[in-house]
């Protein structure tokens, strides 16, 4: 990756960064074929679909001390949406990289909305796969969100096709606020209509206009 293709990456948020450090973490021991990266992977993908809550035998794994470190001073509504975030992309992620042991299926700059429209052939609209995509968008709530990213997720795995879990951390945090869905509803349907197949498409080439991201404030 070139140094222009870095200032490309959409920066991270404090979850994001989070999410993106440990999942870094498994992703390379699962592919060295680690046992403690297989089997965390393995456990991880027993919550996906679900949110923090309803895995208490997740916690303590998905989130360790780093989380809590790095996390600025938040009240208790705020923080939970946070764990929320980093929960459901780690668990996302783990249906993610199942069985794909030779590819990175978290990789920076990937936005959801360019992820979904990758799957689709050529530049036609695949209707049942876009009425998927529009229905993670319309969650109304993180349990939906969380099943509907993890259908996603499946869809993804199958087509070989790498997403940013740091993003899409963020993305959730940002969705559970208040306004915020409306704002990430934004950016994933413009990650999704700016896209256009490339047939010498560069694995690290990034699309700015598909990874733009809201940078409000933190919740305080």
């Known amino acids: 990756m070139t140094a222009t293709d870095t200032k490309r990456l959409p920066s991270l948020k404090w979850v994001g ?17 680690r ?3 297989v089997a965390t992977l393995a456990r991880l993908r027993r919550g996906a679909g679900k949110t923090i809550e309803e895995v208490p035998d997740l916690w303590g794994l998905a989130l360790d001390e780093r989380f809590y470190h790095g996390a600025p001073r938040i009240g208790e509504d705020a ?3 946070a764990e929320n975030a980093a929960h459901i992309a780690l668990t996302v992620y783990a ?3 199942q069985s794909r042991r030779d590819d990175r299926m978290h990789q920076r700059g990937r936005g959801l909305g360019e992820a979904v429209r990758r799957l689709m052939p050529g530049n036609d ?7 998927r995509f529009v229905q993670v968008g319309s969650a109304t709530d993180t349990a939906t969100l969380a099943y509907r990213l993890r259908e996603i997720a499946v869809l993804l795995r199958r ?10 951390a963020d993305e959730i945090h940002e969705f559970q606020r208040p306004s915020g869905a409306s ?3 934004t950016t994933w349907g413009r990650g999704f209509h700016a896209y256009r197949s490339k047939s010498t498409e560069n694995p690290a080439e990034i699309d700015d206009s598909a990874t733009d991201i809201a940078t409000d404030k933190d919740d305080s």
């Open 159 to 168: 087509g070989s096709v790498p997403l940013d879990y740091g993003v899409l």
């Open 95 to 97: 249906v993610h990289q």
């Open 183 to 185: 704002r990430v509803r």
């Open 35 to 37: 046992p403690g990266a």
């Open 79 to 81: 923080m939970n949406r």
């Open 125 to 131: 609209i695949d209707e049942p796969l876009r009425k």
């Open 17 to 33: 960064v989070f999410v993106d450090e440990r999942v870094r973490e498994i992703q390379e021991g699962y592919r060295r074929d």
